[in-house]
């Protein structure tokens, strides 16, 4: 089960252009959006909200607690500035638990290919997240995958070996390749990628919205 975040937001009057009196404030303008209910335009103080989207990203949800009333959400999309990556506005999906979820989560490597060890190669990687459908509450962060099967050349992981349990729906096609064991020749090593750790940031970068307001 993926962790739960609490924000505090207020409600926002201030639309349009103006919103650039918020930011000048250190309050981020945001929307929520559901399916059983109109958008909310709501504030939130810019220190707190950088530190739960970091945190939280975009498949763990956040509590957004409004003038008293509680929402469950997740970040769907964040804009922001071309200088400095400033957050600047949110754009926030409302969900309940009975409703199933569509998100991108990143492919995260563990353990050390013995093919790799042993210099018979180098990995390549295919896709490097994958889409997948679940209960809020069942949300996952990452995917694991383990690399020690890659022994031989041509060894591969694809979409199709991974297993997420019954609770997670993988939505990706099977076929799409996760990594490779592959002989690496001159062309291959220009792609080969250093296999890291690092997981990859999964807060979309969203469309300009209020700024470009009457």
């Given amino acids: 089960m993926a962790d739960i975040y609490t ?32 958008p909310v335009t709501v504030q939130i103080p810019y220190r707190a909200l950088e530190l739960t989207l970091r945190q939280a990203g975009g498949t763990h949800l956040i509590n957004l607690n409004i003038g008293g009333n509680t929402q469950s959400v997740v970040a769907y999309e964040v804009q922001r500035s071309v ?28 353990n050390e290919a013995p093919g790799v060890r042993a210099g018979y190669g180098v990995l390549l990687n295919g896709v490097s997240s994958i889409e997948v459908e679940a209960l809020p509450a069942d949300l996952i962060d990452r995917v694991d ?25 993988i939505l990706t096609p099977g076929d799409e390749m996760i990594v490779r064991l592959a002989v690496q020749t001159v062309h291959e090593e220009a792609e080969a990628a250093e296999v890291s750790s ?17």
Avoid at 10 to 38: C, D, E, H, W
Avoid at 86 to 93: A, C, E, G, N
Avoid at 152 to 160: G, S
């Fill in 145 to 169: 995958v383990d690399l020690t099967p890659l022994a031989n050349v041509n060894d591969a992981i694809y979409v199709r070996d991974l297993k997420l349990g019954d609770k997670v729906t």
């Fill in 83 to 110: 200088l400095g990556g400033l957050i600047t506005h949110v754009d926030f999906l409302a969900v309940d638990a009975t409703t199933k979820l569509k998100t991108e989560v990143p492919i995260h490597f563990i």
């Fill in 198 to 214: 690092t997981e990859p940031e999964v807060i979309k970068k969203g469309k300009i919205e209020e700024d470009e307001e009457a």
């Fill in 7 to 38: 924000l505090e937001a207020q409600p926002r009057s201030i639309t349009g252009k103006k919103v650039n009196q918020l930011r000048r404030q250190g309050l981020v303008p945001a929307v929520i959006y559901g399916a059983k209910f109109k």
